[in-house]
């Protein structure tokens, strides 16, 4: 039987890329939900040979009780259920938080230094594995420390059954699981050049306000110096989670 990847999106300029591109090599079917424009989802129980993909969005998941934002609070309401039935599921960035907060964590603004000030953390920057990259499934034949993208504005409070698996400097909760049937990821290594591009159209005026002036530039600039091994790093980390998901089917 076939294997479908149900992928959940939140804008048009943030879709599933590199994920896509290898659940495509494993014969996987793709599905696209958007929440925002009415698209339903599918009952858990009915899907038994599906791992549903959560990719990211410009919106917290704490907007979801404002006016406008009730989409949100069904695709928690869904994605808790979808986790309590333990099906496979990977989160990214909004994706992450989400499944947090249907595990029982919670997401907070992002603040650093004393007294505390709000961090928009955007850019390529490196995370550290905080396990042994040799005995942990998900992160076989990556290194120590890997370079990825940073979007984001808050942070997430990890449930007590996560594990958490990989931090940067300014924020501690990058990579975790919950279990084996859950994967999530604050930071990004499924984009692909022509939709970096695409973000940093959408998302200007939010790139300068964190980088400056010159960061949709710098962004451009470094993902010329840096493609090959993100493209690298994301094949063999979703790789790995395609892999271990697909054995929780």
Known sequence: MST???????????????????????QMQIDVRRPSLGD?????????N???????????V????????DWLQRELDWLTSWHQHQQPVLGICLGAQLLTMAAGGSVEQLLVGHPAHPLKEVGFGAIH??????????????????TVLHWHGDR??????????????????????VKH??????????????????????????VV?????????????DWKRLSADLNRSGRRLFSNALTQLLAEL
């Open 209 to 221: 306000n964190a980088m400056g002036a010159d960061g949709p530039e710098q962004l451009q600039n």
């Open 50 to 60: 599906t791992i549903a993909l959560v990719l990211g969005g410009p919106m917290s």
């Open 62 to 69: 704490n907007d979801r009780l404002q006016p406008g934002m």
């Open 181 to 206: 049937h859950a994967i999530g990821l604050q930071c990004h290594l499924e984009v692909s050049g022509s939709s970096l591009e695409n973000w940093i159209r959408a998302d200007r005026s939010y």
């Open 4 to 26: 479908t990847l149900l992928v959940v999106q939140h804008v048009d300029h943030e879709g599933p890329d590199l994920i896509a591109d290898l659940a495509r090599e494993r």
């Open 156 to 177: 997430i409070r990890l449930p007590s059954e996560a594990t958490l698996l990989g931090s940067s400097l300014h924020c501690k909760e990058q990579v975790f699981r």
């Open 129 to 146: 594995w905080v396990v042994d990259p040799s005995e942990e499934p998900l992160l076989q034949g990556l290194h120590p420390s890997e």
């Open 40 to 48: 339903h989802f599918p009952d858990p129980d009915g899907c038994r």
